[in-house]
């Protein structure tokens, strides 16, 4: 069992930049691949970005290369999403996710194994 945390999420100006934290816990949690994904209201859930369990590769979305960064700290159990140059369309309600296999996070229509509850990202125009 994973149990996921989000936070850092607020409110920023487009332009601005924000960083979210995902404070993993549980047995070889660790050992987990993590994504981020994120859904806008009236709109379906959508992959950000994620990192393996090692840290050496990581994915990306389209919309987002370039603007945002994933990284993980095992020794502290906590995964971050940098996000630089926010824009408008960038607001949504972001989910960090859990899987053993890469694939069940960066897969088109893919469901990670374990959800953290979401923070919630506002972008000023």
């Known amino acids: 069992q994973v149990a996921l945390v989000e936070s850092g999420g607020g409110l920023v100006q487009a332009g601005g930049s924000l960083r979210l934290s995902c404070a993993a816990s549980g047995r070889a949690v660790s050992s987990y691949a993590i994504g981020w994904f994120r859904q806008a209201p009236g709109k379906e859930r959508e992959f950000v970005a994620a990192i393996n369990w090692s840290g050496d590769e990581t994915y990306y979305a389209d919309p987002v290369k370039g603007r945002f960064s994933v990284s993980r700290d095992n020794a502290e159990n906590t995964v971050y999403l940098q996000m630089n140059s926010l824009k408008p369309e960038d607001a949504a309600v972001y989910y960090c996710?859990?899987?053993?296999?890469?694939?069940?996070?960066?897969?088109?229509?893919?469901?990670?194994?374990?959800w953290g509850q979401g923070t919630q990202v506002t972008v000023s125009s």
């Open positions: 996710a859990a899987d053993r296999d890469d694939d069940n996070i960066i897969s088109v229509g893919a469901f990670p194994l374990y």
